[in-house]
């Protein structure tokens, strides 16, 4: 699927579909960039670079022409822009989960009243260029766990995450593998650009999400995750995210997320 969802001369055009948990879309592209924002529910991003988890009320940016699949975990309100990606030279380059102000969330809801030719110095066509100077100032948030190309690796991580409930101790890792610590470390954070303590607490922030947002209670993925307690594991996603595994469950009483 490589569709354009933008008329001649149309610089943004609105989507909204709503998911049920356990939907899926296989991989495609677009020939114009888009902003996926999940107003309910979590989005789950792949793409040959990694995975992208997007929680409720936060949105996943993503160029045009990069192939991408996505998985639904809850019920799933997705409110998308298409965009021109020549609309404006200083457009994201890169995929990115971002933080979607109140702002920008207002001019989504407005942009799908936009007609597709409007009046040049008129409100729909200064509803637009906010809207492009939004997307260029999205804040970007820690929710991206990249993947690894050299094969070695790229089974180590897979076993990693397949049991992140273990211990994983980069010298025992390195002596299973017949390399040094400091080999492997160096290895990881090339393969990845992140160091491999950073590695793991992503994996498991972003397997946290998915279980939380699945129903489980904060003690199950607790001890899914391999915390001796759920103030373990509590400390370790507010330290990361900014807020506490309850106020991520409650959008009621949850705080933005901020980038750490």
Known sequence: MHENFLAENQSIAAV?????????????SHRCSQLIHALSGVVQVSTPLGVWMVPSGRGVWLPAHVSHSLRFIGGVQARTLFVDPLARADLPSQCQVVQVSPLLRELILASFHLPVQYTPGGRDERITELILDELRLLPILPLHLPQATDPQL??????????????????EIAGTL??????????????????????????????????????QTVLEVALELGYDSPSAF???????????????????????????
């Open 16 to 28: 909204a579909i709503d998911y049920q948990h356990g939907d899926c879309e296989p991989v495609h």
């Open 154 to 171: 790229v089974a180590l991580c897979q076993q990693i995450c397949s049991n992140l409930s273990a211990t994983w101790e980069l010298e």
């Open 234 to 260: 509590s400390a370790m996603f507010r330290r990361t995210l900014g807020v506490s595994p309850s106020e991520y469950i409650n959008p009621a009483i949850r705080p933005m997320l901020t980038t750490r």
């Open 178 to 215: 017949g390399i040094s610590a400091r080999t492997l470390s160096r290895r990881f954070q090339r393969e990845t650009g992140l160091r491999f303590s950073d590695w793991l607490r992503r994996a498991k922030i972003l397997a946290a999400m998915n279980a939380l947002a699945m129903g």
